[in-house]
């Protein structure tokens, strides 16, 4: 299984950006998708939950201003992120659950200027 995490880059404070996961040699369609971030010196935060289903959860972090997507046909899972601050500024990652395992990406950096 592999998980390739691409959209990062630098954004100015209140821009956005559309993260996108693709996955590879997995059951996408039945498993749930997760977003996490890493900020520098910072433990790893979940941000966003999506399950096979479409129900999504968010931290409250970001409730409001992102929105996790995913579209089954392609394997991809999405993270639009609006209304950007500096304290977004992060590693974000994704994850896939299911069948007892547990996948992760390797990480696309996101950094917002004020």
């Known amino acids: 299984v592999q998980l390739q995490a691409s959209g990062g880059g630098l954004v100015q404070a209140g821009g956005s950006l559309r993260l996108s996961c693709a996955a590879s040699?997995?059951?996408?369609?039945?498993?749930?998708m997760y977003w996490y971030r890493q900020a520098p010196g910072k433990q790893r935060e979940l941000i966003a939950r999506i399950t096979s289903g479409g129900t999504t959860n968010y931290a409250d972090s970001v409730k409001g201003r992102f929105t996790i997507s995913r579209d089954n046909a392609k394997n991809t899972v999405y993270l639009q992120m609006n209304s950007l601050k500096p304290e977004d500024t992060a590693v974000y990652y994704c994850?896939?659950?299911?069948?007892?395992?547990?996948?992760w990406g390797k990480g696309t950096l996101v950094t917002v200027s004020s």
């Open positions: 994850n896939e659950v299911g069948g007892g395992m547990n996948y």
């Open positions: 040699g997995s059951a996408f369609s039945i498993n749930a």
